[in-house]
């Protein structure tokens, strides 16, 4: 293994591969993989796509937030919880693990999402890089094949070898998601430069409002992203 991949292996306090729950979690999901790294890669990702709920409703603003064993724990997170889980999870076993990001557009959300952002712009948008026969491969998984089907959108499928980003149109061949914006890819999750990038995005005040709204909620707004009303443009 190249040295240059060091820091991808390494455990970190926000990717921490090394606490048991994930080792353990980990150990499960490659149970019935063979023993090579895609084969493992492959079983990781469905155990992340469709175990843990996509939810964009929840905390983003501390380390802890995107801490892979929290959300394991918690079982819910948006894609950057979802690829800081997957990254820990490759590391455990071996695998090179990096997360990246991208602003994307998003064409198919719900009418409650677009209101609570102000845009159809995700900034930030996570996927996650494992490194497989010598190269890096993407792979993204943000939503949960339940979630999928209500947004009438194929679950986004993962082989190993091919780069899998996302589906750029639904079921009904309507544009989906558009990449705009390549933020590059990392050893750890970013959280200040996120944050800061959404203040740019969404605005200053709309950040803090939702900062605020999750102090006096305990972390948990009254949100459902499943029970939504899904808008196609």
């Not at 990246?100 to 995700?122: I, M, R």
């Not at 190993?160 to 933020?183: A, C, V």
């Amino acid at each position: 293994m190249s040295s240059a991949n060091a820091e991808y292996l390494a455990a970190t306090p926000i990717i921490d591969s090394d606490s048991k729950i994930i080792i353990d979690y980990a150990m499960s999901a490659i149970e019935d993989a063979d023993d090579d790294f895609i084969s493992k890669a492959i079983k990781l990702y469905y155990a992340v796509r469709d175990a843990i709920w996509y939810d964009p409703y929840i905390p983003f603003y501390r380390p802890e937030h995107y801490r892979a064993s929290n959300v394991l724990k918690r079982g819910r997170a948006f894609c950057i919880g979802k690829v800081s889980l997957l990254c820990a999870l490759g590391r455990a076993c071996g695998i090179p693990s990096r997360v990246g990001f991208a602003d994307v557009h998003n064409h198919l959300a719900t009418k409650q999402l677009l209101e609570y952002l102000g845009s159809d712009l995700f900034s930030y948008h996570g996927f996650m890089e494992f490194y497989l026969d010598g190269r890096w491969v993407k792979a993204t998984p943000a939503f949960n094949k339940e979630l999928c089907r209500k947004a009438k959108v194929a679950p986004l499928e993962f082989n190993g070898r091919e780069d899998s980003i996302f589906q750029p149109y639904n079921e009904e061949k309507k544009l989906f998601m558009e990449y705009i914006n390549d933020h590059g890819t990392y050893a750890d999750i970013p959280v200040n430069q996120i944050v800061d990038a959404w203040k740019e995005v969404y605005g200053a005040e709309r950040v803090r409002q939702w900062i605020k709204a999750f102090e006096a909620s305990g972390g948990k707004l009254k949100r459902k992203l499943e029970s939504e009303d899904w808008v196609r443009d």
